[in-house]
């Protein structure tokens, strides 16, 4: 069992949530490192995936951040989607901690080779984004929040990953636009999940506030 007073382990997880949140500040996906390195120093699964959701909040705002203020965010579409993020992700959440650690496990070990497969599906960038539609906005935007949300409140590593390939597949924007907007549905999604890992007592601070800091 992990031993929290362990310093080496907590330097080590710390460097990786660096490179991480370095990754998901590029194109998200950090997860998919921290993770696995969570469950190797031996937290239980549904802990891991609670602290993997405190750190990942942390850098998901920062990075955030930076885009607003470098006006890269497509606020119409933030606004159709926000709360279907937040829906999606309480329902994931909920729905994960039904199960017991030992099939939590077996569900990570599924689901994180598939989002790596799927983070590595190659984007070329286009010179300009379109613009939404209606039905993007009231149908399509919606359903990709709603449907991402639960995935990451359930799961979590990738997320922000599938969101650009979505808004860049189907909706049509750039990838730097759908990188930035990507953002605020992944923070969304991000503190809807943690609020319910907070209450459940699935969150280690000791761990999560270096990993977040780093």
Known sequence: MFDFDNMTITIILSAVSFLAGFIDSIAGGGGLLLLPSLLLAGLPPQVALGTNKFASSIGTGTALINFILKKMVVWKIA????????????????TILIFNNETVGRIIIFLLPLAMLITLIPQKERATGKKPSKFDLTVKIPAICLLIGFYDGFFGPGTGSFLIIAFYMFIGLGLVQSSATAKVFNLASNLGALVIFVLGGKVVYMIGIPLAVA
């Open 79 to 94: 606004a159709s989607g926000i709360a279907f993020s937040l829906i999606g992700s309480f329902i994931g959440t909920k």
